[in-house]
């Protein structure tokens, strides 16, 4: 495991993809201290913010203190990146209750700070005063309320996130009432489950790991996407133990999911869980997710491992191994014989073309494994990296970003915020009315391709 100080210099490498790997590691983690953001932004003052998008869209979860918030709004009055603001924006609506009462008139009429923040900082103080049971039956309400919504789209993901952040600093309901009732039958496929998963990451609650696991055997993303982000917020030993245990008896789409969660849970046993599953599994593309995992941990056991898992062949089209090693090596000071020949791999992949907000480097190399189905092979990558813009953007910013644009068209000021804005048309389904077709599975029309490849890039 690596040193947390040479994580936190590692926020200001000169290389980008180096800082976006860092971030990454403490946003998976349970880390969120004060310290980490004032790098985050030094490193947009060196590197310009346009550069440092990878790095701000991992920081959304760190702490905001008395002495970061003035760099932080300095960086909103001077950053033109589109994407770049709506991170930004992000971190200043994620920050302590206390700090937002007491600079409300300061933040929400400060330069860059899109109304949709202004109306969350709001609304968050104005949630603060309430009791744990009125937040608790606030968020029930809402989840009946939204009952009939299949996709992420169609329900105000912004209030719920906002009760969420406010009952996470209730006692109530505890830990062993958030654990029972995501166990129960009765949540089941309604947003209430998802509301308690991430609820159960808030809080750090330890008792709702066994449930959580179970989770993974339910074939939903965005279920699975949250439950994995709260076991990795939790990052508590004992879901490493419980995967390990469980692993091999699990079918091949729990195994291919959490095999991507082991990395994110920042504990050694989480190391040694993924060193005894990989003596056994034989699937390349969960080998290739459990060495990622390895890296993501920045385990020196697992440097050799990878190595021979390189050597010996890997799923390159899920990720690159050589670029995540290139980067755990410049983050832990270790060379490796194989290095120039990937950096030579690393060049060649940067000349094939920019991609926008997200660094070439990192684009090319490796994308962020949330779910293994989502990234393919070369040939698709660059269509894979836009489709994963698109879906940054069309989060509850994307309509105060278009309605920015638009205000300033009326009084005839230059926009900050890019014209092409995507329309909100890849919402993300929480529920499956029917069973989902493996990407990697043949297509139903018939055609003898794989459906991703097929009928799978329509849907997608």
């Given at each position: 495991m690596v040193d947390r100080e040479q994580l936190k210099q590692a926020l200001v490498h000169p290389r980008r993809s180096v800082r976006g790997f860092a971030s990454e590691y403490f946003e998976d983690g349970w880390d969120r201290g004060e310290d980490l953001l004032p790098p985050v932004l030094e490193a947009c003052e060196r590197y310009g913010?346009?550069?440092?998008?990878?790095?701000?869209?991992?920081?959304?979860?760190?702490?905001?203190?008395e002495e970061s918030l003035p760099a932080l709004l300095r960086q909103l009055r001077i950053v033109r990146d589109s994407s770049a603001i709506l991170y930004l924006n992000k971190i200043v609506a994620h920050a302590p209750v206390p700090l937002l009462a007491a600079h409300e008139a300061e933040i929400c009429r400060g330069v860059g700070v899109s109304?949709?923040?202004?109306?969350q900082i709001k609304r968050r103080l104005e949630l603060s005063p309430l009791t744990g049971e009125e937040l608790w039956e606030r968020l029930q309400r809402f989840s009946v309320e939204s009952e009939n919504a299949l996709y992420v789209g169609e329900i105000d993901r912004s209030y719920a996130d906002d009760l969420i952040m406010a009952l996470a600093d209730q006692r109530f309901p505890n830990a062993p009432v958030i654990s029972s009732a995501l166990a129960s039958p009765a949540v089941e496929g309604k947003w209430l489950e998802i509301f308690l998963v991430e609820l159960a990451g808030l809080r750090n609650a330890r008792e709702a790991i066994p449930a959580l696991v179970a989770k993974f055997r339910t074939d939903t993303d965005f279920l699975l996407e949250r439950s994995s982000a709260a076991l990795a917020r939790?990052?508590?030993?004992?879901?490493?133990?419980?995967?390990?245990?469980?692993?091999?008896?699990?079918?091949?789409?729990?195994?291919?999911?959490?095999s991507g969660t082991l990395g994110k849970i920042k504990h050694p046993e989480s190391e040694e869980a993924?060193?005894?599953?990989?003596?056994?599994?034989?699937?390349p593309t969960i080998r290739t997710n459990l060495c990622f995992g390895l890296c993501l941990l920045f385990s020196r056991r697992g440097i050799e491992v990878v190595r021979n898992e390189i050597a010996d062949g890997y799923d390159e089209g899920l990720l690159s191994l050589?670029?995540?090693?290139?980067?755990?090596?410049?983050?832990?000071g270790i060379s490796f014989p194989e290095e120039e020949e990937w950096r030579t791999q690393r060049g060649r992949n940067d000349r094939r073309g920019a991609f926008g907000p997200v660094e070439?480097?990192?684009?090319?190399?490796?994308?962020?494994?949330?779910?293994?189905?989502?990234?393919?092979?070369?040939?698709?990558?660059?269509?894979?990296?836009e489709d994963e813009i698109e879906d940054d953007l069309e989060d509850n910013f994307e309509e105060d970003l278009k309605n920015e644009a638009?205000?300033?068209?009326?009084?005839?000021?230059?926009?900050?915020?890019a014209d092409d804005v995507p329309d909100n048309r890849s919402e993300v389904p929480f529920r499956r009315a029917e069973p989902k077709i493996g990407r990697n599975a043949p297509c139903p029309c018939g055609s003898g391709k794989k459906y991703k490849k097929c009928c799978g890039k329509k849907d997608g």
């Open positions: 913010a346009e550069k440092n998008v990878s790095v701000l869209a991992h920081a959304a979860d760190l702490a905001v203190s109304s949709t923040t202004a109306r939790i990052g508590d030993p004992e879901a490493a133990r419980l995967i390990r245990q469980t692993f091999a008896d699990e079918g091949e789409s729990f195994r291919l999911y959490i993924i060193l005894a599953l990989l003596k056994t599994e034989e699937d050589e670029e995540v090693l290139l980067d755990v090596g410049a983050i832990v070439a480097d990192q684009a090319m190399g490796r994308l962020k494994v949330l779910d293994p189905w989502e990234v393919e092979s070369d040939e698709d990558m660059e269509d894979d990296v638009e205000d300033a068209a009326r009084a005839g000021a230059p926009s900050r915020v």
